[in-house]
T-cell receptor, first 114, second 109 residues
Framework: DGGITQSPKYLFRKEGQNVTLSCEQN?????MYWYRQDPGQGLRLIYYSQIVNDFQKGDIAEGYSVSREKKESFPLTVTSAQKNPTAFYLC?????????????FGDGTRLSIL | DAKTTQPPSMDCAEGRAANLPCNHSTISGNEYVYWYRQIHSQGPQYIIH???NNETNEMASLIITEDRKSSTLILPHATLRDTAVYYC??????????FGAGTRLTVKP
């Protein structure tokens, strides 16, 4: 099946530890996105990438890092500099070149602090 | 980027049409209106989108006013499984999605 796979579904982080969230898509989409969602809130953009080897900061990039070495993969690292990392993290992708195409989302990773 | 305004919550009886409004009075000429929904602990699901004409697919209909300052998502025969948070979004120049708090739709038996 074509789609977006996020792993793991649940993740726990110790204080001062970096963790990496995986996002893989087999939709041949150029653009990929990472969002954070806090309880009862909408989604906030962390980072996005329109093409391989290029990415841009979103609205809340501090404490996060990304890479885009392959078209199908866009991992997100939550660093120890992110002081409030507990949230639901969502990855999305879209074709990228045509601005009217919708984004498609994965099922998310829920990150908690131990 | 255009912002959207949605009521925080709505109820609908099972089997009846659910009409979810959205205001986007600052939308620009080349921006599309998108609708997504999110069931608890899942990723948002794309429903429908449009520019200025009304659109219909197997899930819903989208009615956009002539001045494009507001729109309505219509679920023609709501079921209990349609209970979710519904987001109305206007596309941005950066091609990201600016999600607000959405409308929590509760379908009641």
């Amino acid at each position: 099946d074509g789609g977006i796979t996020q792993s793991p579904k649940y993740l726990f982080r110790k204080e001062g530890q970096n963790v990496t969230l995986s996002c893989e898509q087999n939709l041949n989409h150029d653009a990929m996105y990472w969002y954070r969602q806090d309880p009862g809130q909408g989604l906030r953009l962390i980072y996005y990438s329109q093409i391989v080897n290029d990415f841009q900061k979103g609205d809340i990039a501090e404490g996060y890092s990304v890479s885009r070495e392959k078209k199908e993969s866009f991992p997100l690292t939550v660093t120890s500099a992110q002081k409030n990392p507990t949230a639901f993290y969502l990855c999305a992708s879209r074709t990228g070149q045509n601005s009217n195409q919708p984004q498609h989302f994965g099922d998310g990773t829920r990150l908690s602090i131990l | 980027d255009a912002k959207t305004t949605q009521p925080p919550s709505m109820d609908c009886a099972e089997g009846r049409a659910a009409n979810l409004p959205c205001n986007h009075s600052t939308i620009s000429g080349n921006e599309y209106v998108y609708w997504y929904r999110q069931i608890h602990s899942q990723g948002p699901q794309y429903i429908i989108h449009g520019l200025k004409n009304n659109e219909t697919n197997e899930m819903a209909s989208l009615i956009i006013t002539e001045d494009r300052k507001s729109s309505t998502l219509i679920l023609p025969h709501a079921t209990l499984r349609d209970t979710a948070v519904y987001y109305c979004i206007v596309s941005s120049q950066r091609n990201d999605m600016r999600f607000g708090a959405g409308t929590r739709l509760t379908v009641k038996p």
